[in-house]
């Protein structure tokens, strides 16, 4: 049986991400996991804004899942850079708007993709730089019954 301590830097880096994803981003949204997996001082740069401290970020967390119902990520990719001790990953966030970007609430479900980057400190996720498809999603939720497709 391999045990945590077993596991090389990579393997590490890779189930903190999954185990994050899976406790914080699944039913039933373990909020209270953030103060297990980051830091106290967790910084994420997404969507143009800085979001600074765990409680801060546990709350921007619930604002999002209020806004995306049964919100789901699904990691796609795991990519670890030793040298710099940064985590990409490669996910797809789903559920079912509830008044993103300030439209109206119509539980249409929707799907985005995204990629983030982290740093690790402490076996703890430490910050992240995350970019998503904001625009794409913006288009698909103001379209109506017409799909637009963007090379």
């Given at each position: 049986m391999t045990t945590k301590s077993d596991l090389s830097t990579h393997e590490k880096a890779e189930k903190l991400i999954t185990e994050f994803f899976d406790r914080v981003w699944h039913s039933p949204h373990e909020l209270d996991a953030i103060d297990e997996?980051?830091?106290?001082?967790?910084?994420?740069?997404?969507?143009?804004?800085?979001?600074?401290?765990?409680?801060?970020?546990?709350?921007?967390?619930?604002?999002?899942?209020?806004?995306?119902?049964?919100?789901?990520?699904?990691?796609?990719?795991?990519?670890?850079d030793e040298t710099k001790g940064t985590v990409i990953s490669r996910w797809i966030c789903s559920g079912r708007n509830n008044g993103l970007f300030g439209l109206e609430p119509d539980h249409q479900f929707v799907s985005f993709s995204g990629i983030a980057i982290w740093t690790i400190r402490g076996n703890k996720l430490a910050e992240c730089w995350a970019e998503r498809s904001a625009y794409e999603l913006f288009t698909q939720l103001t379209a109506g019954s017409e799909k637009k497709q963007f090379v």
């Open positions: 997996m980051m830091t106290e001082d967790y910084t994420i740069t997404t969507a143009g804004s800085v979001v600074k401290g765990r409680d801060a970020f546990k709350n921007w967390v619930k604002r999002f899942q209020q806004l995306l119902l049964d919100a789901k990520t699904e990691s796609e990719e795991i990519f670890f």
